[in-house]
């Protein structure tokens, strides 16, 4: 453990504090956030975004210089329950009452649902090791009033049973550069999907999918994809032919960034 | 029924459509409007209210000059379910097909759900018997994220058995002034409040009030007077008090308008 004398810009009292480094659970409501990572355009207005807004809060409660590390890094419209980030500070703030002290700080559409101190190592990116996302399709005719920054609308028939058929493929551990965009800029595009799945909840539907991670626009793609299934555009069997060949033009459109939520990540500490 | 020939304004293939009345359920989420009436302040521009943006898509779908009039004058941030409105028009759109017509053209937070054609002298406000309101109320300790503007997020202990003990003082023929803010400007202050109770929804506890009509603030400040008897302020019996003596200052206050939804109006021409 460090001691927080050696760092810069601490006031005084906080000296003799030690350094630890605290794991973040966060939730949000991405419709009025450019996504999670912090954006400063040269010469503009910094852009909010979730990160932006919770890095400053905590700046703010810890009155003290940090740097806080999401693990995923959801785009501009996208939604969580279970985000998780990690960041190091030295406060003599009591663990089991630093969720209240940040939220009260902070804005109506982002809240932090737990913190805990992590080992020093624990590293919220490099360390996931499963992701869930929950994508919501709102299936009623009539619109979404309250919520439609949080569902897509789309009351068109889908044919569910085809959807799981379709789903039940993605299960395992495939080359997935066929449902990603383009430019993800990753080397391996390659990773295992533990779960994938079609569930009904009466006037929504919601694809649910678990890997150990994803490319850039998977979930999104796969939804799409899925959805072409269910209207009978395309054959369950499609998946299989866009993992054999990794070709994005035979997968769906990307859909709608307002559905997707970012559910929960799971780490090797974690107990279940 | 009048003959549209006779009329302002019409293009030229309407002016042998007749003129009939129309009846309208809307239903909006009133986070982004300020309010049901049109406010169009001198020199300035007009503000965004749901009767303002009707009423301009109703002028462009319909292409003549035409007046809406809504029964209920909801506030700023209030929502509504079944929000009733009225306006004549010739137009050869025929029923069944002009509530997509007029939702096609409408943004996404506010909906026509049904369209029905009336007799020339129903009048939206005048001919109304009986309105229902719901105040929703969000009991968890956690943040409702996406819906924090359609509900109040009020997690302190409530004890509903006397919630509901006060609501049900509130049923019958009263003087109603005490549970009004000043200015209401109307000339009786009797209404009849045919049911009020408080149900229990989970997550949420709801607030249900049905009466004849309501004086200004009426109902938002029955669930704020509710709530004081919920939490031990009030003794249920406060209600009889706040009735017997119309006095503003004996009951709670008012309940923010996020909470607050108009979910019917009904009419004597209504079925059920």
Tied chains: 1, 2.
Excluded at 21 to 50: N, S
Excluded at 69 to 82: I, L, P
Excluded at 200 to 210: K, P, R, S
Aim: charged share 25%.
């Amino acid at each position: 453990m460090t001691n927080a004398s050696a760092e810069e810009g601490l006031p005084h009292f906080l000296r003799d504090v030690p350094v630890r480094r605290y794991r973040l659970t966060v939730a949000y409501d991405g419709a009025d956030f450019f996504g999670w990572q912090k954006q400063e355009p040269k010469g503009q207005e910094p852009m909010r975004t979730v990160q932006g807004v919770l890095e400053a809060t905590l700046i703010r409660v810890m009155r003290q210089p940090l740097n806080l590390v999401g693990a995923s890094r959801t785009d501009s419209g996208v939604h969580a329950e279970g985000q998780t980030a990690h960041f190091d500070a030295a406060s003599p703030i009591p663990l089991e009452r630093m969720a209240h002290a940040i939220n009260s700080k902070l804005p109506g559409d982002v809240e932090v649902r737990s913190v805990t101190e992590t080992r020093p190592d624990f590293d919220a990116i490099s360390d996931a090791i499963r992701k869930r996302y929950r994508y919501r399709l709102h299936r009623l005719a009539s619109r979404p009033l309250g919520t439609r920054k949080l569902v897509w609308h789309y009351w068109e028939p889908l044919e569910l049973q085809h959807m799981n058929d379709a789903a039940t493929r993605l299960v395992g551990t495939h080359d997935i550069e066929g449902l990603s965009s383009a430019g993800h800029g990753r080397e391996s595009t390659v990773r295992t999907i533990f779960a994938c799945r079609v569930e009904d909840h009466g006037d929504e539907l919601h694809v649910v999918i678990e890997g150990d991670g994803f490319l850039y626009n998977t979930v999104r793609i796969a939804v799409g994809t899925l959805i072409e299934v269910g209207r009978r555009r395309f054959e369950p069997a499609r998946i299989d032919e866009i993992l054999a060949t990794a070709d994005r033009r035979l997968a769906g459109p990307t859909a709608p960034a307002s559905g997707l939520w970012l559910e929960r990540i799971w780490y090797p500490d974690d107990e279940s």
